[in-house]
């Protein structure tokens, strides 16, 4: 990224103020250096706007008072937790607000002070509370932040926004400009700021529109660097030779013939795509695109297979543990009951050392033709005999490390990726570099749809009646919510405290668990496998499980907030639910009221077609959408957001070939700065680049 002035590769305990504790603090959300910490985004921004009338009040809403305490605050001890309540009133009403583990709030704040207090507002029973809010005293205070928007950062314990903000401003305050790389004709034709302006106004913003400008730069040097990223590797790639004596045999007629269904129209077409592959003079380089539910599977198994029969080695690289373990059963089963001949194996990193090595001898004497595996597929123990096919589920997770890590176990192979994520085509071509495409735009005829509805918070009980009965026929049910703890700043239903509160409203012999990234990986593999086996009936969980197991027996998934989530995500949510021969449901929920959210939503509510919906989303999401929670983090961009950004990614993209087009290396001296960034930018970035 960017050169300027200040040497921003020192430690940030070089920054006026950051000791050991602080720099501890920072080395655990991953800042080191200043640069580091420039490029630390917030997460999201407050708003502070005019204080509500509190006869206005919302559950579930942040909001601002300006009131009267009325009488002395209170403090009661319940099971060695101090709650001190007070009451609150304004011309329209009064409402009570609560803090935990504050009791010197009692003798801080005097009776009948005019003071503006911001927090949540929640409802327990009939009353109406706010919940540890903020203390503005005297109420000027916050008339200074009044109509701004104030950053809010990931976190960790002991860290806040305000140290943060604190020493990014130290840092302007002791560096000069930094150093443009873009020319002004560039900036210029696509409106950008400069690079100094935009990383101020993301830290900074004065107003909506600063933060909007600054952000869309930023968001264009990250497409531009990927762009450029991409063209480099994709010239500078020699064509490779197919090395393998693969024919077309018909060995895949077992399977053909024997599945309880027929392939799609779109499945065969595929299909005859990737054979042509095996048989041409070059090695197969192609993704393969399918929608939730489309059937890309089967194509990656007869592909194992063909390859296979043909006296070579296949792998399948799954994203996650638990999802490898159920395409192997699969994968084997299948084989089995079709009569095919051939030893699969798994090889993932949870098995014990004595399987493990047992599988490395099989699979380097060739006696193992399809292997099923995670990232341990691609240790240095493993030594494959003839592997000429990997496929790897989710192509955004595959980068250019791993697959040079099976071209040094031999010959260069064939490499099929996969991905339920649906991008438009024009940015597919954009982001997916040299790799040939594959759309699976067909559903399987047995497929029931999955009924979708759009409703408020006031349908919340109803819904749980609906699940309840869902329950009652053996189903199964997932709950999404946005966050998997509490968040003082969001108005967003997080999985620890939902999964308490809903265990109060259904049976007792109703298993609910919840789920969430931050957990060990152990622990998520053994919830994911007690719900694959009806252990657990309402699984509560963060959009962790996008990229689950298949759960034939999941019929209902409830979205809470599904107003912080992009369309094409909450269509590859949705995605949970359909798997099995019961119909399914997908119910939207949100406590937004807004016209834009509803219309949004009732895309999803009127279409289970991935790709329109992602085309829609594109063509929906402005740049106001950019103050929740971040849309998709689709090819690991720090700001950028492929469907929200796809124009930008358009033109950075346009621009990265302009550039190459004209100076290939980057040698020209208009083009010197970008040169440094752009090298810097692959030291970096390259083992996450996807090509």
């Known amino acids: 990224m960017p050169i300027i002035a200040m040497n921003l590769s020192n430690s940030i305990k070089t920054i006026k103020g950051i000791g050991e504790k602080s720099q501890t603090l920072f080395n655990k959300v991953g800042v080191r250096t200043a640069y580091d910490l420039l490029h630390y985004y917030p997460r999201v921004y407050e708003r502070f706007e005019e204080p509500t009338a509190i006869s206005k009040l919302q559950e579930g809403k942040i909001s601002s008072i300006n009131g009267v305490i009325v009488g002395p605050l209170k403090n009661i001890s319940k099971r060695n937790l101090t709650v001190t309540t007070a009451v609150v009133k304004d011309e329209t009403g009064e409402v009570k607000v609560v803090w935990y583990r504050m009791p010197f709030l009692k003798s801080t704040l005097s009776p009948y002070l005019t003071v503006i207090f911001r927090g949540r507002v929640v409802l327990k029973g009939s009353t109406m509370y706010m919940e540890h809010p903020e203390i503005y005293n005297p109420p000027s205070r916050y008339e200074e932040k009044k109509y701004t928007l104030q950053p809010v950062y990931p976190l960790t314990k002991g860290l806040t926004s305000n140290m943060i903000s604190k020493y990014v401003r130290e840092i302007f305050n002791t560096t ?60 500078n790639k020699e064509i490779q030779k197919n090395s393998f004596n693969i024919e077309n045999k018909d060995v895949i007629s077992p399977i053909l013939n024997n599945l309880p269904y027929q392939l799609t129209k779109a499945q065969n077409r595929v299909w005859e795509e990737i054979k042509e592959d095996f048989l041409s003079s070059q090695l197969m380089n192609r993704l393969i695109q399918g929608d939730v539910g489309s059937g890309k599977t089967i194509v990656a198994v007869l592909g194992l297979v063909f390859v296979a029969l043909n006296g070579y080695q296949s792998a399948f690289m799954a994203p996650t543990e638990i999802l490898a373990r159920q395409h192997y059963e699969n994968i084997k089963n299948m084989l089995e009951e079709f009569g095919i001949s051939l030893n699969i194996d798994i090889l993932t990193g949870s098995i014990s050392l004595k399987e493990k090595r047992e599988v490395y001898e099989r699979i380097e004497s060739g006696d193992t033709q399809i292997i099923i595996g995670t990232n341990a597929l691609i240790q240095e123990k493993v030594e494959y005999n003839k592997l000429a096919l990997v496929i790897t589920d989710e192509q955004h997770r595959f980068g250019v490390k791993q697959r040079e890590a099976f071209v040094t176990k031999g010959e260069a ?97 109703t298993n609910i668990s919840y789920l969430h990234g931050k957990m060990k990986q152990t622990e998520k593999d053994e919830i994911m496998e007690g719900f694959g086996e009806n252990k657990i009936q309402i699984l509560v969980s963060t959009t962790v499980v996008e990229v689950g197991i298949d759960v034939s027996n999941a019929s209902v998934i ?32 949100t406590p937004s009221k807004s016209k834009e959210t509803i219309q949004r939503l009732e895309i999803l509510n009127g279409s289970n077609d991935g790709f329109y919906i992602a085309s829609e989303d594109m063509r929906l999401r402005g740049p106001g959408d950019v103050f929740g929670i971040r849309q998709s983090g689709i090819m690991g961009f720090s700001l950028g957001d492929i469907y929200q950004d796809g124009n930008i990614l358009k033109d950075a993209s346009n621009l990265a070939n302009s550039i190459l087009e004209q100076d290939p290396k980057l040698e020209m001296e208009k083009n010197y700065q970008l040169r440094r960034v752009f090298y810097q930018y692959q030291s970096r970035k390259m083992e996450n680049l996807i090509l």
């Open 176 to 235: 000069p400009r930094f150093m443009e790389y873009l020319d002004a004709d560039t900036l210029r034709k696509y409106q950008l700021y400069s690079y100094h302006d935009s990383i101020k106004a993301i830290h900074f913003p004065k107003d909506e529109s600063d933060y909007i400008n600054g952000r869309k730069r930023l968001v264009f040097d990250e497409f531009l660097l990927f762009a450029l990223s991409v063209r480099s590797i994709k010239e």
């Open 558 to 589: 409830l979205i809470e907030n599904a107003e912080r989530f992009g369309l094409a995500q909450l269509h590859q949510l949705r995605g949970r639910v359909g798997r099995g021969i019961h119909q399914s449901y997908c119910i939207f929920m």
């Open 413 to 509: 192979p064939h490499v099929l990726v996969m991905s339920a994520t649906p991008i438009p085509r024009t940015l597919a071509v954009i982001l997916y570099g040299d790799l040939d495409i594959s759309i699976i735009d067909e559903m399987p005829k047995n497929r029931l749809p999955i009924k979708n509805c759009v409703v408020d918070t006031n349908y919340r009980n109803t819904a749980y009646k609906f699940i309840n009965g869902e329950l009652k026929k053996g189903r199964q049910c997932y709950i999404i919510c946005p966050m998997a703890l509490e968040s003082e700043s969001l108005e967003a239903e997080n999985v620890i405290d939902y999964s308490e509160k809903i265990k109060r409203l259904f049976d007792k012999s």
